[in-house]
């Protein structure tokens, strides 16, 4: 007899693109895992990286925030990422007593060089849509997020990266 654990989830009659959406967070994941070893780095501070990319220099608490650690643990993760030549810390123009974390460029495009590619070919992928296909799959997207948040348990974090316009649920 087969264990629970070891047997495939059934997701009874799902539709095409939601086995779709399942498929794509698996590749995500991969891409992401892929990424993590192409800089010699493991998940969280590859999250970190992403922010600093996104968002440039943050500071240590700034950047505690947005991966939801505590400072003392974003100290182990800027100590690793400068330990590895991702980031530096630069004393805080604005606040003589603070410091910024600062990502390196050599790492920027070494992650931007795998990411750039990945998010054209996307972004290739639904410009082959017409201009009404292309705002029905916007549509759709909004509300397949609006379902994860809704089904996240979670207060709305911050975040270095969101959609324009937001999701529906965010909307006025």
Do not use: C
């Not at 030549?85 to 060089?113: F, K, Q, W, Y």
């Not at 705002?135 to 348990?153: K, M, P």
């Amino acid at each position: 007899m087969v264990e629970p654990a070891q047997q495939t989830p059934s997701f009874g009659e799902s539709h095409d693109a939601t086995l779709l959406l399942r498929e794509l967070l698996d590749v995500t994941d991969d891409f992401e895992r892929a990424l993590g070893d192409e800089l010699a780095i493991n998940q969280t501070d590859l999250t970190a990286m992403q922010h600093l990319i996104a968002v440039g220099p943050l500071s240590p608490t700034a950047l505690a925030e947005l991966l939801e650690l505590s400072t003392a643990a974003v100290t182990t993760v800027i100590d690793r990422l400068e330990t590895s030549g991702h980031a530096h810390r630069v004393p805080n123009p604005d606040d003589r007593r603070g410091t910024l974390v600062v990502p390196e460029p050599a790492s920027i495009g070494r992650a931007m060089s795998r990411i750039i590619p990945m998010v054209s070919a996307v972004d290739a992928a639904v410009r082959e849509f017409s201009p009404d296909e292309q705002q029905i799959i916007v549509r759709y997207l909004r509300t397949v997020v609006d379902a994860y948040r809704g089904h996240a348990d979670a207060p709305p974090r911050a975040r270095a990266w969101k959609a324009p316009g937001g999701t529906s649920r965010e909307r006025p």
